[in-house]
């Protein structure tokens, strides 16, 4: 099926920006994850410590770092320390969705399976117009099992066309991920549900968005667009299991989780079934009998998940490339023109009182506001106006830091980007953007060939 967007008229913009019209360039900006930025630009850029990490710091990272790699097995077994695994799954460790600490791919060249580091999110839509877990499924589908459990099922993807236009006539072809859930092994999914697609994202620099202070974010929430430019984010406040209370959600693709510790116990608990004393229980629904037969407890301890937080609390970020190229620069320009900052916060200075000493006091260019934004009806989970992850909605998704985004295909071999990996190309990405995102994407659309590829190449070189 293909379903053509033929742009209506529009004017073709040569930008024309004063300095005037955006913050000076900092050559601070040429080390985004502060004095601890890696230098590093190989196939391992994502793999690094923070520059200075050391002595104890530097073991409790060697220590996480084997654990995060590590391939998680049944119980019983003779590796006490990395048994565990499932019933039900998703993946045997956290590298397989994040290989090289990296971007999962998520989506196929063609119409076919997913790939393993694209998973789902189930939420049932109720009459009163909340949400709940499956009651079949759970919360996340899980497609692969133990021995003696079945896994939940298969995703599969197709691909419609979506055509569109410049302003100068240049044309472009999105392809939209149609997804569907095969070979069920628990009964149908049925009609009320919302499933949420959401790919392992890149693993650098957490521990420094983790510092940032909490108002510093926040002192961007404008839910009410009282300034009138048409962006309004929102705070997710969500349950930390830690302070058993509503805290400002920062991480995942919705913003769901508080802190490290608890995003890194809740992956390890529905991605590859292993319990912690945070999420003690497996996902194992009424109907799952071959699963709940083969629940087990206690399969990290709190000391190793520990161990294993500092290790993505310590991972560098890589230094900028071709920070001073004309290009890069002239981009730079043209991404504060057509309001990318609005959203796309450029920096912050994390706290003096971060958890270790190369966290502290750092100037950093994580490019994000890490709030939730409308993003239009095309990347939504659902059309309805649901809450299907705490305060989060179905159309509303957290704005993703930008640093590192132009390393992805070194490292990875893939340049596809979103939530699920649809856009095959930074440019895709941008054409994907709607919501309180559409008067960007409007003004890119407007922008000349060479204006498009200098905005292009700056996004690259973060």
């Avoid at 302003?167 to 549900?193: E, I, R, W």
């Avoid at 802190?259 to 319990?275: C, P, R, V």
Wanted: glycine share 10%; with cysteine; net charge negative.
């Amino acid at each position: 099926m293909t379903k053509s967007f033929i742009l209506g008229s529009l004017l073709l913009t040569t930008l024309n920006v004063s300095a005037g019209d955006i913050p000076a360039l900092s050559h601070l900006e040429e080390f985004p994850g502060g004095s601890g930025t890696t230098s590093d630009l190989s196939v391992q850029a994502f793999s690094h410590p923070l520059s200075g990490t050391r002595g104890k710091d530097r073991r409790e990272f060697v220590v996480g770092n084997s654990f995060f790699q590590s391939v998680w097995v049944m119980s019983p077994a003779s590796t006490l320390l990395r048994d565990g695994l499932g019933p039900q799954y998703n993946a045997v460790s956290c590298s397989a969705c994040h290989f090289k600490d990296g971007r999962g791919r998520g989506l196929p060249d063609s119409d076919g399976l997913v790939d393993i580091s694209l998973l789902f999110r189930l939420r049932v839509k109720n009459a009163d117009g909340s949400v709940s877990e499956h009651p079949h499924y759970g919360g996340q589908f899980q497609p692969q099992g133990i021995d003696g459990v079945q896994g939940e099922g298969q995703v599969y993807v197709n691909f419609e066309d979506i055509k569109g236009q410049y302003a100068d006539g240049s044309s472009y072809t999105l392809k939209k991920p149609n997804y569907t859930f095969m070979q069920l092994h628990y009964g149908k999914l049925g009609d009320d549900v919302i499933a949420s697609p959401r790919v392992g994202p890149q693993m650098i620099g957490l521990g420094l968005i983790e510092s940032i202070r909490a108002e510093d974010i926040l002192m961007k929430v404008d839910e009410d667009d009282r300034d009138g430019d048409g962006i309004s984010g929102r705070a997710n406040w969500v349950h930390s299991v830690v302070e058993n209370k509503k805290v400002l959600g920062r991480f995942g693709w919705k913003a769901g989780k508080p802190s490290l510790l608890e995003q890194n116990a809740a992956a390890f608990n529905g991605d590859i079934g292993i319990t912690s004393p945070l999420f003690p229980n497996e996902e194992c629904t009424i109907v799952q009998r071959d699963c709940q037969n083969n629940m087990t407890s206690d399969d990290i301890s709190m000391e190793l998940l520990e161990k294993v937080t500092s290790y993505t609390q310590l991972l560098s970020v890589p230094k900028r490339r071709h920070f001073n190229s004309s290009a890069v620069v002239a981009g730079r320009k043209v991404f504060h023109q057509i309001s990318c900052q609005s959203c796309h916060t450029p920096s912050y200075k994390t706290s003096s009182d971060a958890p270790f000493d190369v966290l502290r006091d750092q100037m950093i260019y994580p490019y994000s506001d890490f709030l939730l934004h409308d993003m239009g009806d095309l990347l939504a989970d659902d059309k309805g106006q649901y809450k299907n992850e705490e305060e989060a909605m179905a159309r509303e998704w957290r704005t993703p830091p930008l640093w590192g985004i132009g390393m992805i295909e070194t490292v990875n071999g893939h340049t596809r980007l979103l939530h699920d990996g649809r856009a095959r190309s930074i440019e895709e990405a941008i054409l994907w953007h709607d919501g309180e995102a559409k008067g960007s994407k409007d003004k890119f659309l407007k922008l000349s060939k060479v204006d498009r590829e200098n905005l292009i190449e700056f996004l690259k070189s973060l």
